[in-house]
């Protein structure tokens, strides 16, 4: 079982960055994917960024959305993922969630799809003022 913890959620003004966390216990990645998705009241969650990895190979994924002011990464030492997100906008203001599987996957669209992923974080609001 894992257990995923996100943080680093909080108010920023637009055009600030946030560096989101997202902390996992209970089994070491070795080979795996970890995306982020976020979800606004009333819609679907959606995809933000993943990264998968099997040994040394590493393969990165973004929605259009996150493209050039977002930067997914990991740290292993501290068996944990980061999300920094940079020039945000008001429209990125939604709940982040973390998500995890033992799925290697190896383009964009099999990375966005929620269903590949096993394990969930309980959430960290993002909130973006204009």
């Known amino acids: 079982q894992v257990q995923l913890v996100e943080s680093g959620g909080g108010l920023v003004q637009a055009g600030g960055s946030l560096k989101l966390s997202c902390a996992a216990s209970?089994?070491?990645?070795?080979?795996?994917?970890v995306g982020w998705f976020r979800q606004v009241p009333g819609k679907d969650r959606v995809f933000v960024a993943a990264?998968?990895?099997?040994?040394?190979?590493?393969?990165?994924y973004y929605a259009d959305s996150g493209k050039g002011r977002f930067t997914i990464s990991r740290d292993n030492a501290k068996n944990t993922v980061l999300l920094q997100m940079n020039s945000l906008k008001p429209e990125d203001t939604a709940v982040y969630y973390c998500?995890?599987?033992?799925?290697?996957?190896?383009?964009?669209?099999?990375?966005?799809?929620?269903?590949?992923?096993?394990?969930w974080g309980q959430g960290t609001q993002v909130t973006v003022a204009s």
């Open positions: 990264i998968s990895w099997s040994g040394d190979t590493t393969y990165l």
């Open positions: 209970g089994r070491t990645f070795r080979s795996y994917t």
């Open positions: 998500a995890a599987g033992e799925t290697v996957f190896l383009t964009t669209v099999q990375a966005m799809g929620s269903t590949g992923y096993r394990y």
